[in-house]
C-alpha cells in the first residue's frame, strides 16, 4: 500500500502542480517535509514536540508563508495557488509514507522494508503509467 501511495499517488500531484505553478515553490513547500513528518509523527505517539521545537516548526512555516505570498491576488496568482495545491498533496504523500514506512523499518531491515514498498509502488506506476502521462 505504502508503494502505491509514494510512488504513482506523489509523482502524480507533484508533475501536475509543476505544470501549473513554478520550481521555486516546489522546492520550498517539499523543504516542509521535516515540519510535516514532526508533526504527523506527534499525533501518531499522542505526544506534543517542546516549545522550542515548536517554535522552530512555527518559524519555518511562517517563512514559507511569507515567501508564497497566498494574499496575493490576479489570473496568473490563481494558477499559482492550484498547483501549490497539488504540490501540498505531493508533500502530503510523501510524509504519510514517510511516518508510516518508519513502523516498517523498526520491524524489519531498513532497506528490505522500503525496497519492497518502493518495488510495489514502482510496480503500479509501471502498470498505471500510461494513464497517469495521459493527464499531464
Known amino acids: ?25 516546489s522546492a520550498l513547500l517539499y523543504a516542509m517535509t521535516p515540519i510535516g513528518v ?6 501518531r505517539v499522542k505526544k506534543m514536540p ?4 515548536f517554535s522552530g516548526v512555527f518559524l519555518a512555516f511562517s ?14 496568482v490563481s494558477d499559482l495557488r492550484t498547483g501549490d495545491l497539488w504540490l501540498i498533496a505531493a508533500v502530503f ?7 508510516l514506512a518508519s513502523d516498517i523499518c523498526k520491524e524489519k531491515k531498513c532497506r ?7 518495488d510495489s509502488g514502482r510496480s503500479h506506476h509501471a502498470a498505471s503509467g500510461s ?6
Open 50 to 53: 517542546s516549545l522550542k521545537i
Open 1 to 25: 500500500m505504502l508503494g502505491v501511495l509514494l510512488v504513482p499517488l506523489n509523482q502524480y500531484c507533484f508533475l501536475k502542480g509543476l505544470e501549473l505553478s513554478v520550481p521555486g515553490h
Open 38 to 43: 514532526l508533526l504527523l509523527s506527534s499525533i
Open 63 to 76: 517563512g514559507v508563508i511569507i515567501v508564497l505570498r497566498p494574499w496575493a491576488t490576479g489570473e496568473q
Open 131 to 136: 494513464r497517469i502521462n495521459d493527464d499531464l
Open 112 to 118: 528490505y522494508g522500503n525496497g519492497l514498498e518502493f
Open 93 to 99: 504523500s510523501w510524509v504519510v509514507y514517510t511516518v
